[in-house]
């Protein structure tokens, strides 16, 4: 059992490190086939080698699928991927959080369990609203995540499209850019996917994160001259950045030159994610400061915990001091 316990422990260190590179399912494939050389060699390791491969395909880490015969492994796929294993953390939470996204943006009535903890938006905010509304068609500007998909769902759950907004009675039909195949998918199968316009860019897909990114997406944003009205813009966590100012940010390299890019092409610029983003400082890739200049918007919720509505609270402070509205979720 110890033994077993320490090589587990191994398996998990070596997540902790893979975890961080750009192309995950390749970086497991070259693991494993590494795995697999030492596994045939004689030296002292090689046994333990064969013990970590034979636990990984018993009981496979990461969402893994794993075959393996008396003394090699084989990486199939990643049925489970790293996008799949978050969208099963707090999904109700993030459910709320897109229900909350069309309230503050465009005035769409909420369930009786969700409301705002005391938001108001700013002057800037407040004028930027109202011409919002004014408009019959609104690009969004949609990044890959589990919070701005769940977002994207809650859009669909809506009772008519277009939508018909209750302080103007204007109808507003929105018209969605992403760069995730899972939202372009749920779209084009939702009973609005006539009246819901549904662009995906171009580029390098990442199948472990569910995302299209790289210099090719680059190059299609560029030839697209696009622009948006907003940018709802997802986060992985949040640190200081390397002159001290607090920032969101991600895993990936790519994504997050994706995610600026989208922020710098789009009118209204909103963060969203859950509380518990807040307490992961540990993202490699920084992609937009807490800055008024930068970011108009931040969604996020209490925090079930009271670390997590500490953390919120410091935030909220954070960004206020720095120009940026925070609309928080509030469970009636």
Sequence with gaps: MARQQKTKARINALWEHLKQTPDLEQSLDSLVSSLNERADTDDVNSRAVHRMLKLMAD???????????????????????VLDRRSKERPEAKHQLGRLVWHVLFGVPTAGHISLDRWQPRDEL????????????????????TTTRAAIEQLLELNAMPLKLADSGRFLTPSIVTNSPQIADIVQRSRFRRHIGIRII?????????SICGMAAQICLDAWRLTGDVALIGSTGYREDEIGQPAVGCDSLEESRLKSSFIDRAWIRVLLFDSSKL??????????????????????????????????????????????????????
């Design 202 to 210: 171009g580029g390098d897909v990442r199948i472990e994160r569910g």
């Design 59 to 81: 009981d496979p880490p990461w969402g893994m699928q794993l075959e393996f015969d008396s003394k090699h492994a084989k990486l199939v796929s990643l049925e489970q991927t």
């Design 279 to 332: 307490q992961h400082p540990d993202v490699s890739q920084i992609f937009a400061p807490i800055d008024g200049q930068v970011i108009d918007l931040v969604i996020t919720d209490s925090g079930e915990t009271k670390e997590q509505r500490n953390a919120v609270a410091q935030f909220r402070k954070i960004a206020r001091d720095a120009g940026v509205d925070v609309a928080v979720l509030k469970k009636a």
């Design 126 to 145: 407040s004028r930027k609203l109202h011409r919002l509304r004014q408009k019959s068609t609104v690009t969004l500007l949609v990044d890959a995540g």
